[in-house]
């Protein structure tokens, strides 16, 4: 069983930036599409953003255009997501997900493995 680990989250002061870490013991996930998603309180979960194994990012929340990089460091293992100007909106737990396929798309049904999550919570 494959098990997607996220961190990075955790009080950040509106304004501000984060940068969330996406590791997966045991795959590489240079070859798979990594899909960023969001769930905040009584909302469903939204897709972020996504980087395809080829490298494309899209992002698909309206919300976080030209705020949000998502970057691959092949040599740790790592996707990330720096969220710049951080707004209190974005408060919620962020999970990371591998889908094999080369594109990205914004459905959580596309995606396989995924983690736990991590909290964000934002201060104003």
């Known amino acids: 069983q494959v098990q997607l680990v996220e961190s990075g989250g955790g009080l950040v002061q509106a304004g501000t930036s984060l940068r969330l870490s996406c590791v997966a013991p045991?795959?590489?996930?240079?070859?798979?599409?990594i899909g960023w998603f969001r769930q905040a309180p009584g909302k469903q979960r939204e897709a972020v953003s996504c980087?395809?194994?080829?490298?494309?990012?899209?992002d698909f929340a309206g919300s976080v255009l030209g705020r949000a990089t998502v970057s691959r460091d092949n040599s740790r293992n790592t996707v990330y997501l720096q969220l710049n100007r951080v707004k209190s909106e974005d408060a919620a737990v962020y999970y990371c997900?591998?889908?094999?396929?080369?594109?990205?798309?914004?459905?959580?049904?596309?995606?396989?493995?995924w983690g736990l999550g991590t909290q964000v919570d934002v201060a104003t």
């Open positions: 997900a591998t889908r094999q396929d080369p594109l990205c798309t914004s459905r959580t049904l596309d995606f396989y493995y």
């Open positions: 980087i395809s194994s080829g490298g494309h990012v899209t």
């Open positions: 045991g795959i590489k996930l240079e070859s798979y599409s």
